[in-house]
């Protein structure tokens, strides 16, 4: 597969895939996405390294003599965090009921960031009794589109979670786009409240930012559409609306308790966000590994392709520096679905890169008053409503008002420079 993308390249004009695959993408070259992952490679590797210094004196103490091996990490990891910062997930869970989330921390948050207003249509047509349509306005009363929630599991239903357009908006064609949000959160008990996990919340706020984009998309064509965008590009506006779940005036608007209605203490609260930086340079060193990884598979000859499959994977790592003897790649070649079969070739990279931009854009935020509504209208013109009009680089220089910068991220993850 990657020899004949390397054909198809050469037979483009293009010196690889990675180069044919980038070019309208916001890096543009494989060397930006090399320059970006060689950048973050000791960070990532430092704090990995203090992480599993931890976990290895966990392991240590229960009186058990064995080195840290990629296979303990996941349990030995949970335990240093139950330890160390001791966050009750059966208690934060009380406090974020699905309803109270909904409607007073998502559709909130994007009321004070953008002015629109909700409407639930049970009037509609939906394709289970589970999901739920809600007409969007927007600030002068115009009708801005429908989106279908779909957030609890059922049998037959496919896991994970993702959003996408049931119809495009087009000015061209008078459409108002219809919108769906999927997820797959553990349904109630007839009668009971749906209670989530923070990583629940964090899924609604991810998806409903996808939500957002294509609602906000202002193009004439139904194919330039938000969703339509560049990879590295398309996750931005939903790992940023990740970061209004933690906003303190969002979560003491919809973390209350589902039975008292008294708000959650602040000390649960300052716990879990301190507890928020363990283990990012696991999650962080995999990323890069496997984006790594992805580059050098793309940047082969098609004169020329490589053979064995598991060395030419033990040379791309060690030659990339991301060969990391505790943390592999996400996933090795030959499980690789992300770039042989799901349209991410050359692309992996799109996840930290757009992790990067997101939280440049909350600290943007922050530096100029934070949920506002002035903020927001920002945001939403130069951002989501823009899709695919201009350069992404263009796009991100006007809101941000210079070109993106690691100093947000490695601040939310807890990295500092070697």
Not at 70 to 89: E, T
Not at 96 to 117: D, K, M, P, R, W
Not at 382 to 400: G, S, T
Request: hydrophobic share 40%; charged share 25%; net charge negative.
């Amino acid at each position: 597969m990657a020899a004949l993308r390397a054909e198809k390249a050469k037979l483009l004009g293009f010196a690889d895939f990675g180069s044919y695959a980038l070019a309208d993408q916001m890096a543009k070259t494989p060397d930006s996405v090399r320059r970006f992952i060689a950048d973050l490679v000791p960070p990532a590797s430092m704090k990995a390294g203090e992480e599993a210094s931890e976990i290895q004196a966990e392991i240590d103490q229960t009186g058990q003599s064995f080195p840290l091996e990629p296979w303990d990490w996941q349990y030995y990891s949970a335990r240093v965090k139950d330890k160390k910062y001791a966050v009750n997930d059966a208690r934060l869970r009380e406090y974020l009921e699905f309803e109270n989330v909904l409607q007073n921390g998502l559709f909130y948050a994007a009321t004070e960031l953008y002015g629109i207003s909700f409407k639930e249509r049970k009037d509609l047509p939906v394709y289970a009794s589970s999901v739920r349509v809600f007409e969007v306005f927007d600030t002068d009363g115009a009708v801005l589109g429908l989106v279908y929630l779909d957030c609890f599991i059922r049998a037959g239903k496919q896991g994970g979670a993702w959003s996408g357009n049931l119809v495009k908006g087009s000015k061209l064609l008078a459409r108002r786009p219809v919108v769906f949000s999927i997820a797959n959160f553990p349904a109630p008990a007839s009668g009971q409240k749906a209670l989530l996990s923070f990583t629940d919340v964090t899924t609604l706020f991810h998806e409903f930012g996808h939500a957002l984009h294509l609602l906000f998309s202002e193009n004439t064509y139904p194919s330039l559409s938000s969703i339509d965008t560049a990879r590295d590009w398309v996750e931005f506006p939903s790992q940023f609306n990740e970061h209004w779940a933690l906003e303190p005036k969002v979560l003491r608007n919809y973390a209350t308790h589902f039975e008292t209605g008294e708000p959650i203490p602040s000390d649960l609260v300052d716990t879990f966000r301190k507890s928020q930086s363990w283990d990012k340079g696991y999650w962080l060193s995999e990323y890069l590994a496997a984006s790594a990884l992805d580059q050098q598979w793309h940047s082969i000859s098609a004169d020329n392709p490589p053979r064995d499959t598991n060395q030419f994977e033990i040379v791309a790592l060690r030659d990339t520096h991301t060969d990391f003897r505790r943390v592999p790649p996400r996933y090795h070649s030959t499980y690789f679905a992300h770039i042989w079969s799901n349209g991410y070739a050359a692309n992996y990279y799109a996840y930290p890169w757009t992790a990067l931009l997101a939280d440049d854009a909350y600290a943007w935020f922050s530096e100029h008053g934070g949920l506002t509504r002035a903020n927001g209208e920002r945001f939403r013109k130069l951002i989501l409503a823009k899709a695919r009009a201009e350069d992404y680089d263009v796009l991100f220089r006007q809101f941000y008002g210079k070109d993106p910068d690691a100093g947000p991220m490695f601040e939310r993850l807890g990295l500092r420079k070697p």
